[in-house]
């Protein structure tokens, strides 16, 4: 297959084109810079900057991954509040721009998303047809596939991947949950009570390719394990993991002065169950949150 990728270089995307290229599979990814791996696979086409023609390349693509938008773990300050949502809507405004551009339309555009969306809750269990939050995050997600639905008027089938929490050692959250128990100063984050919807970074490579290939899977898709923890059990279990102790709680109001707004990702949380994928039949390598950690730290 063809298929093209904007956030490439980011932490889903660089995991999942290499695997795209170790499985045969033609690679495009749309960068804004001209000087990026002189590489026949995967191949780098330069988008968003003036004058920029990527639909040129991108004739018989036989899907769009859409990637890209700034990152979430950064101080949320209003002025990088925007720049996050903005990043997301001119992206995908460009992607759907691309679509109608293209003579053969892909069949299929994978649309990056969150389970923010849902908002924060510690007794609610959220599957895809629960209905969105009001907060800042939970306004960018419908914000954000409100305008990749726009696919559709092309005929293009749209799958929102609203990704959980990525584990990975190379990037995402996983590094800095991982930091103060390495410094024997691991322990409880705020009441411990909050939820964390997981997902190891195979099984979101493997759910996009099923994405990809199940012509019966569209819209919101939720990309978490099917077994999520409370921040306490997460703790306990990477302090095990690890080998380290997880005794020296971290406050509430500390986490909040340190990080801003930016602290509701680790001191609230949402229970989120992945019923879509689940009932599309696919299989998940990771379901035990000790072996995730496990194979990713190498323990």
């Known amino acids: 297959m063809k298929i093209a990728i904007t956030g490439g270089t980011g932490l889903v995307g660089s995991a999942l084109s290499s695997e795209l290229v170790r499985n045969g599979h033609e690679v495009i990814i749309l960068t804004r810079k001209s000087n990026e ?19 040129n390349e991108l004739e018989g693509t036989d899907a769009i991954v859409n990637l890209a938008g700034a990152t979430i773990n950064d101080r949320w300050t209003d002025e990088y509040k925007q720049r996050i949502i903005d990043s997301r809507i001119k992206a995908t405004t460009e992607v759907n721009r691309i679509i109608k551009a293209l003579e053969n339309k892909p069949p299929v555009l994978i649309n990056a998303s969150a389970v923010g ?27 954000w596939e409100a305008e990749a639905i726009h696919a559709n008027e092309s005929g293009t089938r749209i799958v929102l991947c609203r990704f959980g929490v990525i584990l990975d050692k190379k990037g995402g959250a996983l590094p800095k949950m991982i930091l103060p128990y390495k410094l024997f100063a691991g322990g409880k984050v705020g009441s411990g009570n909050q939820w964390l919807s997981w997902i190891h970074i195979d099984d979101v490579i493997r759910g996009i390719m099923f994405a990809i290939e199940n012509d019966r899977l569209d819209g919101p898709v939720n990309f978490v394990a099917p077994s999520p923890v409370t921040m306490d059990q997460f703790g306990q279990i990477l302090s095990k993991v ?16 340190a990080m801003g707004d930016m602290s509701m990702l680790v001191l609230e949380g949402q229970k989120v169950v992945p019923a879509k994928l689940l009932t599309s039949g696919f299989n998940f390598k990771y379901t035990d949150l000790e072996k995730a950690l496990r194979e990713i730290l190498g323990k």
């Open 37 to 55: 791996q002189d590489s026949h696979n995967p191949r780098y086409v330069q988008w968003l900057n003036p004058a920029d023609q990527p639909e």
């Open 117 to 143: 969306y849902y908002g924060t809750s510690l007794t609610e269990e959220f599957t895809e047809q629960a209905n969105p939050a009001n907060d800042f995050l939970a306004d960018t997600v419908r914000r």
């Open 242 to 257: 690890l080998g380290r102790p997880h005794w020296l709680p971290v406050p509430s109001f500390a986490l909040k002065i």
